[in-house]
Every structure is written in structure tokens, then in C-alpha cells.
């Protein structure tokens, strides 16, 4: 069974940095897609970034893109975000994703998941 465990969450002022990790253990040899999401009190779980294992590709939502940038090492099983001029509209539970199948812009594409970190932008 994959377990995802999330880790760099915190609180910042909008403009700051933060750094996420995702650590996968168990199985990770079936997790080809790994994503983050993230979902704000009172909204819906949405798409932030993911990533290919094998041959890299990225991809990322229009809100991020040019302030996040989501990497991985192969070697620690290990996936980042780091996110760059943040605001306060990216408050939010953070979450890790994977799977093995296809890319997918919808939470309903990837079945394993972590716990969430918490991001709170202060304005």
C-alpha cells in the first residue's frame, strides 16, 4: 500500500516562501503520477502541480504558474513544491497525490493521498 506523508506547511506573509515535501514509501513502483492539490475552507479540492516519474514532465494550474515549481528525487522517493510570492489566496490544506495511471486535473484520478500540511499566506 503507497503511503504519501506531506511535511513543510506553516504560515508566511504574502510574498514569502514555503517549501513542501512528499515522502512515498511502500510500493512507489506503481505510483507513475504524483500532485499536489490543495482545498480552502468552504471549496473544492483543486489541482496546484504533478509530475511524471519516469521521463519528466510538469504541469501546472494558470494560478501558480511561474511561482510554484514542483520537482522530485528518485533516489529519497521524495516529491517538493516550492512556492514563491505567495498570497493570501493561497491559504489552504495542501495535499500530495499519486498515481499510476494517467495525468488528471481532478482529485477523482489519483487514489492514494496524503494527510494535507496547512498553508496559511497572511495579507
Known amino acids: 500500500q503507497v503511503q504519501l506523508v506531506e511535511s513543510g506547511g506553516g504560515l508566511v506573509q504574502a510574498g514569502g516562501s514555503l517549501a513542501l515535501s512528499c515522502a512515498a514509501s511502500g510500493g512507489t513502483s506503481s505510483v507513475y503520477i504524483m500532485a499536489w492539490f490543495r482545498q480552502a475552507p468552504g471549496k473544492e479540492r483543486e489541482f496546484v502541480a504533478a509530475i511524471t516519474w519516469g521521463v519528466i514532465r510538469t504541469y501546472y494550474a494558470d494560478s501558480v504558474k511561474g511561482r510554484f515549481t514542483i520537482s522530485r528525487d528518485n533516489a529519497k522517493n521524495t516529491m517538493y513544491l516550492q512556492m514563491n510570492s505567495l498570497k493570501p489566496e493561497d491559504t489552504a490544506l495542501y495535499y500530495c497525490?499519486?498515481?499510476?495511471?494517467?495525468?488528471?486535473?481532478?482529485?477523482?484520478?489519483?487514489?492514494?493521498w496524503g494527510q494535507g500540511t496547512q498553508v496559511t499566506v497572511s495579507s
Open positions: 497525490a499519486g498515481t499510476r495511471g494517467s495525468i488528471s486535473l481532478s482529485a477523482l484520478g489519483y487514489p492514494y
